[in-house]
């Protein structure tokens, strides 16, 4: 199994072949999913006693198994958050995974960590936190936002032992995402969604939520989640008058900046950020706006020894791993995992390779973008903006669809290989109304797209 043969060279040569196409095509096939017994008909069994072959393997993916994907980085993808990650960070994280390192500690991995450690100084400029700050790279917002909310919670604990006796608290918007929700039920930690008529978290508002709370749940709070970017609509939360707040209560400010993180390199929005600097912790996802390949996150820390504290390992065999002869940066002592791939090296050579005035101009290609979309759903009389473009997110509606309109027409689409444009949920004179929504990450869509998807809602 881990000899070297012919067979084993072709097969080297099938992947390369296959890979380099992918990689120069851009406009793959946008493909749909199908029911699991759909595909068990198409393929068969696939591990068997004495395997299928790779020959045979292979095949089935690029023929059958592939083709019931959507590739992330189409330029008419344009649900959820989706992803255009950089010829030059695809080849790479080739490059990662043919290199075999182990990035949780520097006696391993310090060549590969040295690489993460260039991208993440990058990353931290741009959120203008001290020169102390740093952070390391997580498998994604959910992981990142966990990791800097332990740290929270831990501090938290550590500045008052009395504190480790009852559930800590959080505090975030409606609006926040759904991540936050999750990481307070495994931290087993109680949540409050503070819901008023902004479509922004202000200072203000958490001020009013803080000072209604019983002195008990005071005592609670550990942490504020305000949103740099929601995934929904790409509103920006009050982050300065938000960080007075956290300031003057004493509470760690977390910033889940994981869609709009990439905005803080585009002069354009820039300032729609202020008040980041003042954060304790900060998420942000590379895999989304930073042209990287899944799986790739961040997570910031103002003071990173909070960090270590709460997520440093101890264990025998790991011993050598604190020796000075291993000395060096130790990324598994900053976040929930011990065991991890090098996920920002591609993020590294894309940058390296292209400069970060190229990550500039693709960002606010995305932003534009957004603007011309916007400009389009005016001049249709069938369609209507909800709302102003907010980063790169788009929220529009089409006049008298109902929410099953909505859904055929999406499903349409991408059966037809159209396009992927889903809709969501918005609150309007306080219900809840299905609209459609576009959110540009890849510099390649072009007008001409947004033209035939728009003219397909006719």
Known sequence: MHSIDMDLVEMTLDVMKYTIDRISNVTPELGAPKKEEELFALVGETITPKGIGGETAFKLFKDILVKATVPIDHPRHLAFVPAAPTRAAIMFDLVTSASSIHGAYWMEGAGGIFCENQAMKWLVSLTGLSKDAFGVFTSGGTAANLSALVAAREDWRTRNPKNSEFKGLLLTSISAHSSIQAMAKVMDADLILIDDDEEYLTGKSLQLAIDTLKPFDRERLFAVVATGGTTNAGIIDELDSIAEVCEKEQTWFHVDCAYGGG???????????????????????????????????????????????????????????????????????????????????????????????????????????????????????????????????????????????????????HREGIALVTPTKWKNNGEYETISRFCFINPDTTEADIDLILNTMK
Request: net charge positive; hydrophobic share 35%; aromatic share 12%.
């Open 263 to 413: 905005a803080l390199a585009a002069p354009s929005v820039r300032h729609l950020f202020n008040g980041i600097e003042k954060a304790d912790s900060i998420t942000i996802d590379p895999h989304k706006w930073l042209f990287s390949p899944y799986d790739c996150g961040a997570v910031i820390y103002k003071d990173l020894e909070l960090a270590k504290n709460a997520h440093s390992q101890k264990g025998s065999y790991l011993e050598i791993f604190k020796d000075e002869g291993a000395h060096g940066f130790n990324p598994a002592d900053y976040q929930i995992q011990l065991t991890r791939r090098l996920r920002g090296m591609p993020l590294w050579f894309s940058l390296a390779m292209h400069g970060t005035e190229k990550y500039r101009d693709s960002i606010e290609r995305g932003i534009e973008l957004a603007q011309i979309a916007a400009d389009k759903i005016k001049e249709r009389d069938y369609l209507e903006l909800v709302r102003p473009a907010s980063l790169s997110v788009v929220l529009y509606r089409r006049k008298g669809w109902t929410p099953d309109q909505y859904r055929d027409w999406t499903y349409k689409n």
